[in-house]
């Protein structure tokens, strides 16, 4: 038996990546029905006929020797067409011949990937969540398992055969390219994610396997984010504080934080305070971010600017301060008129410090705004304004 020439081109062009060589050591009979369909698809120059023939190969041949090899072929081919269901369905009939072969783990990496992102099934009618929590988690061992490998080849012990040097400096050069790109892949994968359940499922896998990524110091703020669309809300705010520690000037991070502060139960009302104060003495002057259209972040500034006036009013107003509270309340009041949820909490506080500074007039005139607006302030301004009229005898 002898091995075709277009054969020993293949083989040559996959041993010039870090070798791992146990789908593709293939001895074939060029005059057997086998080796003429095996060259016959090595010279092909088009996709579509080059993928045809190695797939009768597959139906006719596939306990063949060369099976292995044959499905390889077939991965890099449908990789190239974005064809994500053969890249994978290929990709694990080669894995399961040559199961440590770490380029055949890349590439099935690379295959979920793609399946990964929303974009790519759009026949998928399952709910959004399901459809990708399902591709998250396919990811997701693809990525463990090909990190498994090459942190093997890596840590391998540098041979004492200097002919066999070079190739053990590929093979690790070739696993430290893996273990990046598996983490470009978790990142971008999680990023392209239209549910947080998926996003975070992703994220965590990326802190998992990669704690010294590059990526890591991004994750608390979008952790941020994440736990705000669950409802979650400790870990919210337990993510903003971590995320501080990398953007100590982030007004988001520190209004999230702030209004923690303001919960009875911690009376931390003067971190409150200190926290709406940072954002008002930095925000003004920070620089508009790259990406962000002008009148964007105009309408971002004014928004935290407001809701941190609010935030120092408030707090100042729970320390006793009533009458710079009133003040700070007022030019809040400014920024947030298009914002129920802000508006009945300033009108809340306002009617409370109007109370305490025996402004009877004003005190029902900002309650009874509060208590028009549906949530955890109207009911508390409703009782507020009985309490007023009574004690005014109205």
């Known amino acids: ?42 010279e092909q120059t088009d996709a579509t006929a080059k993928i045809k023939l190695l797939e009768e190969f597959i139906s006719k041949f596939g306990s063949h020797d060369a099976a292995g090899y044959v499905h390889l072929q077939l991965l890099t081919e449908y990789l190239k067409l974005n064809n994500f269901d053969k890249v994978i369905e290929h990709g694990a009939a080669a894995q399961a011949k040559a199961p440590q ?3 055949v783990a890349h590439l099935l990496v690379k295959g979920a990937e793609g399946k990964s992102v929303p974009q790519s099934t759009p026949n998928d ?42 190739n053990w400096k590929r093979n690790a050069e070739f696993a430290g390219q893996v273990l990046q790109y598996n983490q470009y892949a978790l990142f971008g994968v999680a990023s ?3 549910t947080p359940q998926a996003k975070l499922l992703l994220f965590e896998a990326l802190r998992k396997n990669y704690p ?32 501080l520690a990398g953007e100590p000037n982030n007004e988001a991070f520190l209004y999230i934080l702030g209004e923690s502060y303001m919960d009875p139960a911690k009376g931390k009302f003067a971190d409150a305070q200190a926290n709406a104060e940072k954002i008002l003495s930095v925000l003004p002057n920070k620089p508009k971010p790259e990406g ?15 809701l941190a006036n609010s935030l120092l009013g408030r707090s100042l107003a729970s320390q006793g301060k009533f009458a710079p509270a009133q003040k700070v309340l007022l030019a809040a009041a400014k920024d947030m008129k298009a914002n129920n949820d802000a508006m009945a909490a300033i009108y809340y506080y306002l009617g409370f410090c109007s109370i305490k500074l025996n402004q009877t007039s004003a005190a029902l005139n900002y309650l009874g705004q509060a208590a ?18 009574a004690a005014a005898g109205r």
């Open 192 to 194: 392209k994610q239209t």
């Open 292 to 306: 962000i259209a002008d009148d964007a972040w105009t309408q971002h500034k004014g928004t935290y600017l407001g």
């Open 1 to 42: 038996m002898t091995k075709p020439k277009t054969a020993t081109l293949w083989l040559a062009i996959l041993l010039a990546v870090p070798g791992w060589t146990q789908i593709r050591n293939v001895t074939i009979n060029t005059e057997s029905d086998e080796g003429k369909l095996l060259q016959q698809a090595g």
């Open 372 to 389: 028009k607006i549906p949530g955890p302030y109207q009911a508390p301004a409703a009782d507020l304004v009985s309490k007023v009229k």
């Open 125 to 166: 009618t399952r709910p959004a969540a399901e459809r990708e929590l399902a591709g998250a988690e396919a990811l997701i061992k693809t990525v463990e398992a090909a990190h498994a490998l090459a942190q093997k080849a890596a840590s391998a012990p540098k041979p004492s055969d200097a002919d066999e040097e070079a």
């Open 101 to 103: 072969d770490l380029e």
């Open 212 to 243: 010294n990524s590059q990526f890591n110091k991004n994750l608390d703020g979008q952790y941020v984010e994440i736990y705000r669309q669950l409802g979650q809300q400790d870990k919210m705010v337990q993510s903003a504080e971590a995320a």
